[in-house]
């Protein structure tokens, strides 16, 4: 209770997005995860924040990034579930459909067609179309069973395929060949998919190269030459002010501070990569909400690169300058 009560504190359209995520992704306890995964990810944050000796500007990065960490990772957990549950159900919804219109053939009633159906091997699909079953065998109409699978999953396929249903039922029409030149569609529309994939595939390709190599290798370069220049000029004992050239301008060192520059390199490399994943996944699936999954990798691998190359770069040419 007192963790509900927590919950609703969170703003509305933020707690409603984490419902809507976590009923496709059938998570239940999703209050006690959300506020776990809030409180620990903020808290290590903090700590960090806190302890770690950096300059002030890099304690509020990490403290501000830290906490809208927090608020995003339930959503990312949530949402990535989801998607796992919408690939499994759309991956078998053909076979479903199929063995659903062979029952119908056989002679068997829509209910018991669609209880015969809901084998294990089908995973989530199966054990929805088995809940829909026993609430038409209960005495629901069927058409407002049929919702609940369009209700369970955010699979765009599934729901249409419930409105064709729904329609084919109400019209008195074949169900059975109507099943089977949905299996049809579905199966053409998933090999589309793959073709679009492998099509752009050098796009992808370019832009993970492009953002996993490319942003690290430059900004470590840049931040070494930042450095190493402020080194040289701090070590100057040059007088600036005496001299000039001609009296038309005059010498001065340059101000730059080399830590802002290392922070804002490391910003835009996370921010690159970000994008990137975001990117490469509306561009494959169709949707941004898988790039969830690649970009914590995409981030640390890009930071790990990025401070090798500079601690190559350091020792190599140190003994130069």
């Given at each position: 209770?007192?963790?509900?009560?927590?919950?609703?504190?969170?703003?509305?359209?933020?707690?409603?997005?984490?419902?809507?995520?976590?009923?496709?992704?059938?998570?239940?306890?999703?209050?006690?995860?959300?506020l776990?995964?809030?409180?620990?990810?903020?808290?290590?944050?903090?700590?960090?924040?806190?302890?770690?000796?950096?300059?002030?500007?890099?304690k509020?990065v990490?403290?501000?990034?830290?906490?809208?960490?927090?608020?995003?990772?339930?959503?990312?957990?949530?949402?990535?579930?989801?998607?796992?549950?919408?690939?499994?159900?759309?991956?078998?919804?053909?076979?479903?459909?199929?063995?659903?219109?062979?029952?119908?053939?056989?002679?068997?009633?829509?209910?018991?067609?669609?209880?015969?159906?809901?084998?294990?091997e089908?995973?989530?699909?199966?054990?929805?179309?088995?809940?829909?079953?026993?609430?038409?065998?209960?005495?629901?109409?069927?058409?407002?069973?049929?919702?609940?699978?369009?209700?369970?999953t955010?699979?765009?396929?599934?729901?249409?395929?419930?409105?064709?249903?729904?329609?084919?039922?109400?019209?008195?029409?074949?169900l059975?060949?109507?099943?089977?030149?949905?299996?049809?569609?579905?199966?053409?529309?998933?090999?589309?998919?793959?073709?679009?994939?492998?099509?752009?595939?050098?796009?992808?390709?370019?832009?993970?190269?492009?953002?996993?190599?490319?942003?690290?290798?430059?900004?470590?370069?840049?931040?070494?030459?930042?450095?190493?220049?402020?080194?040289?000029?701090?070590?100057?004992?040059?007088d600036?002010?005496?001299?000039?050239?001609?009296?038309?301008?005059?010498?001065?060192?340059?101000?730059?501070?080399?830590?802002f520059?290392?922070?804002?390199?490391?910003?835009?490399?996370?921010?690159?990569?970000?994008?990137?994943?975001?990117?490469?996944?509306e561009?494959?699936?169709?949707?941004?909400?898988?790039?969830?999954k690649?970009?914590?990798?995409?981030?640390?691998?890009?930071?790990?690169?990025?401070?090798?190359?500079?601690?190559?770069?350091?020792?190599?040419?140190?003994?130069?300058?």
């Amino acid at each position: 209770m007192q963790k509900e009560t927590l919950f609703n504190l969170l703003p509305k359209k933020y707690r409603t997005l984490l419902e809507s995520e976590a009923q496709f992704a059938h998570i239940r306890n999703y209050i006690p995860i959300s506020l776990n995964v809030i409180t620990i990810i903020s808290a290590i944050s903090s700590l960090l924040a806190l302890f770690l000796h950096v300059s002030l500007i890099l304690k509020l990065v990490i403290l501000l990034g830290g906490i809208s960490l927090a608020f995003i990772m339930p959503y990312m957990i949530f949402t990535l579930t989801a998607e796992k549950r919408k690939t499994e159900t759309e991956q078998v919804l053909p076979d479903a459909l199929l063995l659903m219109s062979a029952n119908i053939k056989s002679g068997l009633t829509v209910d018991k067609a669609f209880l015969l159906s809901a084998r294990d091997e089908f995973g989530p699909l199966g054990l929805e179309i088995k809940a829909v079953a026993m609430e038409i065998f209960g005495g629901k109409p069927i058409s407002e069973a049929l919702l609940r699978l369009k209700k369970k999953t955010n699979s765009k396929i599934l729901g249409e395929i419930v409105a064709l249903i729904a329609d084919g039922i109400k019209s008195g029409g074949e169900l059975s060949k109507l099943l089977e030149s949905a299996a049809r569609d579905i199966r053409k529309t998933m090999l589309l998919k793959k073709e679009i994939a492998a099509n752009v595939r050098t796009y992808i390709i370019f832009i993970t190269m492009a953002a996993l190599v490319g942003s690290p290798l430059l900004f470590a370069i840049s931040t070494y030459l930042t450095s190493t220049t402020a080194q040289i000029w701090g070590s100057t004992a040059i007088d600036f002010s005496t001299v000039s050239a001609g009296g038309f301008f005059s010498f001065q060192k340059p101000h730059f501070n080399p830590e802002f520059f290392r922070i804002f390199s490391i910003l835009a490399i996370i921010i690159t990569n970000l994008s990137a994943s975001f990117i490469i996944s509306e561009i494959k699936y169709g949707t941004i909400k898988k790039g969830f999954k690649n970009a914590p990798i995409y981030v640390l691998l890009s930071l790990a690169i990025f401070f090798i190359v500079r601690f190559i770069i350091s020792r190599a040419l140190s003994t130069l300058i």
